[in-house]
């Protein structure tokens, strides 16, 4: 079955960067992009970028323009999540989740997601 | 961007109650609109993709419509295991998503 296993939790400082990655198994992994969404405490769902797993063209909000790198991994079948300059509004916990890879692009697999924490 | 507002924020229900959740979009996104289900602690999980089709293993108490700016989840009949938070998302302007602020479903 698709399996989407993410990183352990970071806690990092004001002005580090994290990398979190999600490691896929049970489908091809080059025929569904990878999108990543992240949840600050009680807030929304906050889509932040994708990757088309396929041939590595990635697009993210431009909230996080200059700050965000998304790759992928095609022989460990996995997507990587980097954020920089990161800062107390980053604390969050951040998911992948799979593309579906049809016309109407929902999210129909997730990551259990990873608790970053930014604190001083 | 296109902005999703919920309504209402959170409601209160009891098990067997008929619940109903609209989602307006601020643009026309046709039938690109899909739901979700999340607990506490726990991923979100996908109900309804393309405004009203259910995805794979959901219980056919779940069912969407809706099309352009105003769509609807309904819960026919409550279930203990539906108290979660529900979310909207619309995968018309790809690959820019969007969710709604999201509609807490509580026990009365």
């Known amino acids: 079955q698709v399996q989407l296993v993410q990183s352990g939790a970071e806690v990092k400082k004001p002005g580090a960067s994290v990398k979190v990655s999600c490691k896929t198994s049970g489908y091809t992994f080059t025929s569904h992009a990878i999108h990543w969404v992240r949840q600050a405490p009680g807030q929304r769902l906050e889509w932040m970028g994708w990757i088309n797993a396929g041939n590595g063209h990635t697009k993210h909000s431009h909230t996080f323009q200059g700050r965000i790198t998304i790759t992928r991994d095609t022989f460990a079948s996995t997507a990587s999540l980097e954020l920089s300059s990161l800062r107390s509004e980053d604390t969050a916990v951040y998911y992948c989740?799979?593309?579906?890879?049809?016309?109407?692009?929902?999210?129909?697999?997730w990551g259990q997601g990873t608790l970053v924490a930014v604190s001083s | 961007d296109i902005q999703m507002t919920q309504s209402p924020s959170s409601l209160s229900a009891s098990v067997g109650d008929r619940v109903t959740i609209t989602c307006r979009a601020s643009?026309?996104?046709?039938?690109?609109l899909n739901w979700y289900q999340q607990k506490p602690g726990k991923a979100p999980k996908l109900l309804i993709y393309a405004a009203s089709s259910l995805q794979s293993g959901v219980p056919s108490r779940f069912s969407g419509s809706g099309s352009g700016t105003d769509f609807t989840l309904t819960i026919s009949s409550l279930q203990a295991e539906d108290f979660a938070t529900y979310y909207c998302q619309q995968s018309y302007s790809t690959p820019l998503y969007t969710f709604g602020q999201g509609t807490k479903v509580e026990l009365k």
């Open positions: 989740a799979r593309d579906s890879g049809t016309s109407y692009a929902y999210f129909d697999s």
């Open positions: 643009q026309s996104i046709s039938r690109y």
